[in-house]
């Protein structure tokens, strides 16, 4: 009986791997494997326009940045979104001017974008400005952190680490810590992955997988000739979700599984072969 027991469970596990398409705004816990699409939503069935450009994650919902654009044509605003694509709410971004803020990442209580060389943040409680600081380059637009240092670039394949001492108006200390990406434009750091993940603006859809040595992991195609403005990580359960934004038509927001445990799950393939 216990033979018989295991084999069922064996057999319901495989045919658990056999997945449907992604539903919009969806997603699918523990059916998915290694970098499927597990999300997406259209950002202009809220926002209108071509001028959004960042995101960021902030526990509780992502947060976009749309741009004034050419001739003020965009809004310069936040706009947030829930977890199923759906915008909960709205507020300006400190008259950030032209493009306003780039990519944005989040320590947990402030949210981090950039405009020219500053790097603004906001409490994510109140949405108001609270401070910034000088990065390297202007504006520095991809952006990531790991708990301690800060990463960015700028349409550039050299990523830079940062180090900055927590006081608004200093300038932090730069290094360029890998060269391995494509091209940059959104970055987000991947806690359980340990890892980089940059998205490329250079039309080849390329994300690019760097480790925390920056080094190399691999270069992964998932939007083939798609240009791709920020990135960030959102939840980590039950899925370890990777969020990359498609400047498009439409914009949009597309979620990839990047759960370690995902390429476990693709071993099952041999194993289904048995049944």
Known sequence: ????????????????????????????????????????????????????????????????????????????????????????????????????????????????????TAIDYYDITTYEKVGAFTGPISPNRALAWDGTYFYTSSFSTDVNQLTWDGVSGSTAASTIWSTAATSAYGAAWDYLGDCLWVTSANGTGIVDQIAADGSLIEHHTLIPSATMGGATMSQTSPINELYVFEQGSPDAMHGYDVNPAALERDTWGSIKSLF
């Open 1 to 116: 009986m216990k033979i018989l027991a295991l084999v069922l469970v064996m057999a319901v596990a495989a045919f658990a791997m056999t997945d449907a398409a992604p539903e919009t705004g969806i997603t699918q816990p523990g059916t998915d494997t290694w970098l499927e699409e597990i999300a997406y939503w259209s950002v202009e069935d809220a926002i209108p326009n071509v001028y959004s450009v960042g995101c960021g994650w902030d526990g509780t919902n992502f947060w976009i940045t749309n741009g004034a654009g050419q001739a003020g044509a965009g809004t310069g605003m936040f706009y947030l979104f829930d977890h199923t694509g759906a915008v909960v709410d709205s507020f300006a971004q400190n008259n950030a001017p032209g493009w306003g803020l780039r990519d944005l990442c989040c320590d947990g209580t402030y949210m981090y974008g950039s405009v020219s």
